[in-house]
């Protein structure tokens, strides 16, 4: 009789982690499926207007590529972090505070056109790393940890940008009384709706994955994260290694903010985050440490966000939306964990 | 050492406690086991033996469920069983303490004792626990302080723990992987005591060590390894340490007399190149490691450290390399006094660093092995040439690191921890030779290397002070200081109770001088 049992490999190969995953992936589909069907929808159907709509129509596409740039960078913040062995949960909060430094110097600087745009840029970034500078010094100079402060700030993130919005720079006398006057300065776009944020987001996602790996900080960096002990005995900056790359993740959160702004939605306004920035963390986690790999995830997860829009309008609760979502991240921890395992037979 | 014990008889009619049929397992590219048999009787303390990367820790972690293997048995009281898991091997009695503990260093003494464990109260409190681990304590007469952090213990104390953590679980054979290579003779003296005392109740202990002596001393019967396969089970009342060596390696092993210099070598400098000058050095606890010492290193010279462990000695490795700063005194470099150095300015001056935690500080586990080989020329041509870090060079120098370490690598992109322990030190040991071209200073250097390894690493040290370096080599085998050292300075309690010229040495002087006698009237070379 032969007999089957589980065995852990101590690393996944390639092939078993790529495969895990696309099974989860559609595991989680026909789940959802499964449980649309009950609900008394057409899952095929449905399934079906969610490619068509979203892949098939240079719409849709559009869409995806609006959505999957600030999902780029706040992943890419996360992952930044993570590589020194911090996580920034506060995201989020830097988000709002790049979008409020931007919308402050579009809406009040003296600046015309390409100068606008270079200072909003500026400023988003600037507001991101200001949002994560009292964490980041709190972890390197009395080791408090970041997961709580940053995502303490992120409320306060989020009241202060609802403040302004509705109070001190709303457009008087506009329409909803909700949101600051347009601003001026727009980042052009290159393809439909898609602005040069797109590109923007990719090369700095590249260009980050080639700071890691083939510069001597990129290098310190990995090595600190990996084991704080060994930049001691090495003698590394390791407190200002730390400061400067939750800065530069603090940064790069801002900067989505100011993309959105600027690329996308023209004014200042609450919940302009949509929650890329935990989001952003979501997408960390699928891409694994690895800058390049965020492109990919962040990809899709601007199409599980995109499908949910569009099931939305087929009559689809939110909730709804994100179990599904809920669903296939879960499921994709699962077959990370699974593609360890391989089945063996031993005959007895 | 003790009373030999009386020789070992296999009981006859009693069923082996484990027996393992047929081992195999492989790494990519690496055979790990390979038709491997080992059979462990009731009542026995059966050693492994074997060279660097034998297979041993691979061998017991298929034993405890951390590995499955890709062919053979484990039979259990006659069972054949397998375990998918530590915790199933550990239910089935098998429990092992590993050559890297694995304790929660934040966590007490108690809570790690009952970390994950069924038997742990559902509700407890902090009290509850630890009246439970004092009694568990108590019974199997293990000194721990229940209510103590892991990080406030000492080594000796961490491993007592994390036997008791495996004896509470019921476990009627008890591994341990290289459990006095970071021991005292004395903490050595007091584990051998606790494993015949738990092996008399018809339990087993499996022991893997790269000391001969202790092995002959302690164990019944010896399995050596050698490449993944068995290379014999002998009785060791049969044994002798040559014999031993000769079964590891496959031929004899001649350790070689290393105090004379051989024409042509630097000699020794008139004037110190490092100097420590009343220096008083804080631990982490913010006490006192070192008491106002003065230490000179020539070039061309062995400074031995002679001491019990834990009478300052990392402290004093990590002063004279720059890990740690000094309270008081002065560190001169060259007759220039250092005033704010860190570690990576003692290494650009030529001084290397052989920690005695190299695998906590001197290695990063989880990145590859190129990455840790490179860990202390990262900064330089040809890895970084104008801030740019070039993988293809790393590489290179991890490979010539590698072979200069004699450690086969299939992968160099792969963690350096799974690599086996022994193959990890020897290339932190290549690693800091190369860039020690004015000091190295060497801890415990051969802990957790097997008795070639040993061998080569010494005799690369006699070379590197031949070749004009000063070498601090800290040690507590007195064979190996009086063989190698020029002169042999006694730490106690962070004091030099003086320092011996080589020639003159009296070893029951340095005995004393070890348990705090101060040096006598015959004139001191520097104190
Ligand atoms: N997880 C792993 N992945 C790849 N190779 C491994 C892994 N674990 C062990 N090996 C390889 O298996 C071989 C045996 O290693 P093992 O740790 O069992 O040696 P050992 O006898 O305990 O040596 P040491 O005395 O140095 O501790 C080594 O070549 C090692 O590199
Ligand atoms: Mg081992």
């Known amino acids: 009789m032969a007999d089957f049992r589980l065995q852990r490999l101590p690393s996944a190969t390639p092939a078993a982690a790529l495969g895990a995953r696309i099974l989860a992936i559609a595991l989680a589909l026909i789940i959802a499926g499964v449980i649309l069907a009950f609900v008394g929808k057409n899952p095929l159907a449905l399934g079906l207007q969610v490619v068509t709509s979203s892949l098939g129509s240079s719409f849709g596409l559009e869409d995806l590529g609006l959505l999957v740039i600030p999902l780029i960078l706040t992943g890419l913040s996360v992952t930044v972090a993570q590589q020194i062995g911090a996580w920034n949960i506060g995201a989020e909060g830097q988000f709002y505070a790049g979008a409020f430094a931007a919308s402050a110097v579009g809406l009040f600087a003296p600046l015309s056109g390409g100068w606008s745009l270079v200072g909003m840029g500026v400023a988003g970034a600037f507001g991101g790393l200001v949002w994560i500078l009292i964490p980041a010094l709190a972890r390197a100079y009395a080791n408090v940890n970041e997961l709580i402060t940053t995502l303490l700030l992120n409320f306060v993130a989020i009241l202060l940008v609802y403040y302004v919005s509705t109070d001190a720079w709303r457009e008087r006398g506009g329409v909803a009384n909700s949101a600051t006057p347009r601003i001026k300065a727009e980042i052009p776009e290159f393809w439909g709706l898609v602005h040069w944020g797109l590109p923007i987001a990719v090369l700095l996602a590249l260009a980050m994955a080639g700071l890691l790996a083939f510069t001597r900080w990129g290098y310190e960096v990995r090595l600190i994260g990996s084991n704080p002990a060994a930049g001691k005995y090495l003698g590394i900056a390791a407190r200002r290694h730390l400061i400067t790359v939750m800065l530069l993740s603090g940064a790069i959160a801002g900067l989505a903010g100011m993309l959105e702004i600027a690329g996308s939605v023209h004014r200042l306004q609450g919940g302009i985050s949509n929650n890329y920035g935990y989001l952003g963390i979501m997408v960390a986690v699928l891409a694994r440490g690895s800058s390049i790999g965020v492109i990919f995830a962040a990809a899709l997860m601007a199409f599980i966000l995109n499908s949910g829009i569009i099931l939305q309008t087929q009559g689809l609760t939110t909730s709804t939306v994100l179990a599904i979502t809920g669903l296939i991240l879960f499921l994709t921890a699962i077959g990370d964990e699974l593609s360890h395992y391989r089945v063996v037979r031993d005959k007895s | ?527």
């Open chain 2, 1 to 527: 050492m003790t009373e030999p014990s009386p020789r070992y008889v296999v009981p006859t009619g009693a069923a082996p406690l484990v027996q393992l049929k047929g081992i195999a397992k492989y790494f990519p590219g690496v055979i790990a086991n390979q038709d491997v048999d080992l059979e462990v009787m009731p009542g026995e303390i059966h050693a492994l033996l074997g060279e660097n990367g034998a297979g041993k820790s691979t061998l017991m972690n298929i034993l405890t469920g951390i590995y499955q293997p890709d062919a053979g048995e484990i039979i259990i009281d006659g069972y054949a069983c397998q375990f998918a898991s530590p915790v199933q091997a550990i239910a089935a009695g098998i429990g092992m303490v590993h050559q890297h503990f694995k304790l929660v260093n934040a966590f007490t003494v108690a809570e790690n004792i009952h970390l994950g464990w069924s038997e742990t109260p559902r509700r407890a409190s902090a009290p509850v626990l630890e009246e439970r681990t004092a009694a568990l304590a108590q019974k199997f007469n293990l000194q721990v302080k229940p209510s103590a952090r892991i990080t406030e213990l000492s080594t000796g104390e961490q491993q007592r723990v994390e036997i008791l953590r495996v004896l509470a679980r019921k476990a009627r054979v008890l591994i341990l992987d290289e459990p006095t290579a970071v021991l005292t003779p004395a903490e050595a003296r007091e584990l051998f005591k606790a494993l015949r005392n738990f092996v008399s109740t018809g339990n087993a202990v499996i022991f893997i060590s790269h000391k001969l002596d202790e092995v002959l001393e302690i164990s019944d019967r010896v399995t050596i390894l050698r490449g993944g396969r068995k290379a014999g089970t002998e009785f060791a009342a049969d044994c002798t340490p040559a014999k031993l060596a000769r079964l590891m390696v496959g031929r004899d092993i001649v350790l070689a007399d290393m105090r004379a210099r051989p024409p042509g070598a630097a000699a020794v400098s008139s004037s110190p190149v490092l100097r420590l000058r009343d220096v008083s050095v804080l631990n982490d606890n913010g006490h006192t490691a070192l008491h106002g010492i003065s230490l000179d290193v020539r070039a061309g010279e062995i400074l031995g450290i002679a001491g019990v462990a834990g009478n300052g000695q990392r402290e004093l490795s990590q002063v004279l390399t720059g890990t740690r700063q000094a309270a008081t005194g002065v560190i001169e470099i060259d007759g220039h006094a250092i005033a704010h150095a860190n570690a990576a300015d003692f290494v650009r001056r030529g001084i290397g660093h052989i920690p005695e935690d190299r695998l906590q500080s001197g290695l990063a586990p989880g990145l590859s092995i190129t990455a840790n080989a490179v860990m202390r020329e990262y900064g330089k041509p040809p890895v970084t040439v104008g801030g740019l870090f070039r993988p293809g060079a790393a590489k290179t120098l991890a490979r010539s690191i590698a072979s200069a370490a004699e450690v086969v690598i299939p992968d160099f992109a792969m963690p350096i921890r799974n690599l086996s322990g022994g193959n990890q030190q020897r290339l932190v040991a290549r690693r800091e030779m190369r860039i020690a071209s004015k000091i190295l200073v060497a801890a415990y250097p051969s802990r957790g290397l097997d008795v070639g390894a040993i061998n080569i690493m010494l005799r690369y040290i006699v070379d590197l002070r031949n070749a004009g370096a000063g070498i601090v080599l800290i040690s507590e085998e007195l064979e190996e200081l009086l063989n190698l050292s020029d002169r042999i300075a006694v730490l106690y309690e962070g004091r030099i109770m003086g320092v011996l010229d080589n020639d003159r040495v009296d070893i029951d002087e340095i005995g004393l001088m070890m348990g705090g006698r101060l040096r006598g009237e015959k004139g001191a070379a520097h104190g």
